[in-house]
């Protein structure tokens, strides 16, 4: 029999206190986070903004995962983006300033992640069809389409980083 930890978490079995209808939602985001986590264990600072191909650089990526579940996550409970938002949104492809490392960007992830997943617990299902805008023109999406699209968002970027962070590392 195979060890839990080494089955993907959605094959882990059901979570607990997480709404049933929004498992598939945690589950993705937890194995984001241990993907990014394992890849980013020792990953060297001086790296971070290396683009092999000109592709956009694994600190990028980092920053981006935080930074699109902060924003999905506001916009599902009904807010709009902080000032501090959008500047950390401007940040995400041309940093100024000072200088993330590794391990900020993904102490930063873990606690975006965390943070998610509380609110995922808070949501009472009954509200998962409700419309939420998004954005300064308030595009209409709904509330369990903002999860979803969280977490597939976050997955395509632990992928595109994955394959960036290992091309970076061993070239």
Do not use: C, K
Request: aromatic content about 6%.
């Amino acid at each position: 029999m195979i060890p839990l930890n080494q089955l993907e978490v959605w094959l882990r079995g059901p979570l607990p206190d997480m709404p049933a209808l929004l498992q598939p939602v945690a589950h993705a985001l937890l194995q984001a986070r241990e993907e990014v986590n394992s890849l980013m264990d020792g990953f060297p600072d001086a790296l971070l903004r290396e683009q092999p191909g000109n592709v956009a650089s694994v600190g990028f990526h980092l920053q981006h995962l935080s930074g699109v579940l902060d924003r999905m996550f506001t916009y599902a409970r009904g807010e709009q983006l902080s000032s501090s938002q959008l500047n950390d949104l401007s940040m995400e492809s041309t940093p100024t300033g000072s200088f993330l490392t590794t391990v900020d960007l993904v102490r930063r992830f873990n606690q975006q992640v965390d943070e998610a997943l509380l609110q995922l617990r808070r949501t009472d299902q009954s509200t998962l069809t409700e419309v939420r805008g998004v954005g300064r023109a308030q595009l209409p999406s709904t509330l369990i389409g903002l999860y979803v699209h969280a977490a597939e968002h976050t997955m395509r970027h632990v992928g595109q980083l994955s394959v960036t962070a290992r091309i970076v590392r061993w070239s």
